[in-house]
């Protein structure tokens, strides 16, 4: 079982910039992980994925350029910076870790994830 805690998240105006960061726990965790989003109203969207070790990363096209993930194995930990934040990216952000140990691969379905957070809020103000 694995437990995955989020953090970073608050409000910032539109440009700025937020870290997120998900520590997952229960077990060694090794496999690939992603983040998703869901605004009130709308259904949860893919944002970004990172393969085991971190040489292969998958991003949404509306966040492509502006958003990086990584993650750092030795904590079980993986990050999404944020950057150059738009109103459109206020939503709920959620971690998610698969069970399948897959190499070189970075999941952006969220059937693909056995494992979720409880999500942590961002709020861009324009």
């Known amino acids: 079982q694995v437990q995955l805690v989020e953090s970073g998240g608050g409000l910032v105006q539109a440009g700025g910039s937020l870290r997120l960061s998900c520590v997952a726990s229960?077990?060694?965790?090794?496999?690939?992980m992603g983040w998703f989003r869901q605004a009130p109203g709308k259904e949860r969207e893919f944002v970004a994925a990172?393969?085991?070790?971190?040489?292969?990363?998958s991003y949404a096209d509306s966040v492509k350029d502006r958003f990086t993930i990584s993650r750092d194995n030795a904590k079980n930990t993986v990050y999404l910076h944020m950057n150059k934040l738009k109103p459109e990216d206020t939503a709920v952000y959620y971690c998610?870790?698969?069970?399948?140990?897959?190499?070189?691969?970075?999941?952006?379905?969220?059937?693909?994830?056995?494992?979720w957070g409880q999500g942590t809020q961002v709020t861009v103000s324009s």
């Open positions: 990172i393969s085991r070790s971190g040489a292969r990363t």
């Open positions: 998610a870790a698969s069970s399948n140990y897959r190499s070189n691969y970075a999941g952006r379905e969220a059937d693909e994830y056995d494992y």
């Open positions: 229960g077990r060694t965790f090794s496999s690939y």
